[in-house]
């Protein structure tokens, strides 16, 4: 094991690592998902994640990547030349630094959004950011790590996802959406797992019990048959 690699797994960072973050990769490209959905953005996916999803398709995210200054991250995203900016992962806030970024992003007058699974506090973010957060159903293999005091730190512009990966899933979604009064908080999408639910099925599941949720189709798997994520 590396010093940064005995750094990032003790939750400190050697002298040459500080206000540095491990990054997977740095990309330009539509935006597949939520209420940015369509628009060009730059993609900030950071490594390292505490969960293990079994439909996940960004494990290679989970290990390796590059250290990386916050500096440096912000003059590669502003060549891109976009105004949305997602900072993904792995989970993005398993790196405590993911913070100072997303704050010098808004600062800088991008429209941020953060994927995060719902298992880590997410009461620490900048308020200016669009927080996309997962709720585990239990086909995921992960809904005991649900943290659910984040949802009172969800605001109106958040955005609650739910996977879905089978009638159970949905089911349980269903119940969640309702006696935690989900659709109150903030927008409520349902997405299936690819290749494990029909999207059409889901769609009329949703119809037929008349629920206050988005559907939601990963746009870039549709446009690049893409499984990574992209």
Same mark, same amino acid.
């Given at each position: ?5 005995? #750094?990032?797994? !003790?939750?400190?960072? !050697?002298?040459? !690592? ?7 990769e740095?990309f330009?490209?539509?935006? #597949?998902e939520? +209420?940015?959905?369509?628009?060009p953005?730059?993609f ?12 996940? +398709? ?7 990547? #590059?250290?990386? !200054?916050?500096?440096?991250?912000l ?7 976009? /105004? ?20 010098r ?15 880590? +506090?997410?009461?620490?973010? +900048? ?25 009172? /730190? ?71 048959n893409?499984?990574?994520? /992209?």
């Open positions: 094991m590396s010093d940064n690699d005995a #750094g990032m797994a !003790s939750g400190t960072l !050697s002298p040459a !690592s500080r206000e540095s973050l491990r990054v997977t740095i330009h490209s539509i935006q #597949g939520a +209420d940015a959905v369509g628009w953005s730059v900030v996916r950071l490594t390292g994640c505490p969960l293990r999803c079994v439909w996940c +398709d960004t494990t290679y995210s989970f290990q390796g990547g #590059g250290w990386q !200054s916050i500096d440096d991250i003059r590669e995203v502003a060549s891109h030349g976009a /105004h949305h900016v997602c900072v993904t992962g792995g989970e993005p806030l398993a790196q405590k630094r993911s913070l100072i970024l997303l704050q992003l808004c600062d800088e007058g991008y429209a941020v959004s953060l994927e995060t699974s719902g298992a880590l +506090d997410v009461s620490p973010v +900048d308020p200016r950011v669009r927080k996309v957060m997962d709720l585990k159903a239990p086909d995921s293999g992960e809904s005991a790590r649900n943290l659910w005091t984040n949802l009172d /730190h969800l605001l109106a512009h958040d955005q609650i996802k739910i996977v879905i990966a089978s009638r159970t899933d949905y089911e349980w979604a269903s119940t969640v959406l309702r006696e935690r009064h989900l659709a109150q908080r903030c927008m409520v999408l349902f997405s299936p797992v690819h290749g494990a639910v029909n999207p059409r099925e889901l769609a009329e599941w949703i119809i037929a019990d008349k629920l206050p949720v988005r559907f939601q189709l990963q746009l870039h798997k549709l446009l690049w893409d499984a990574a994520g /992209h």
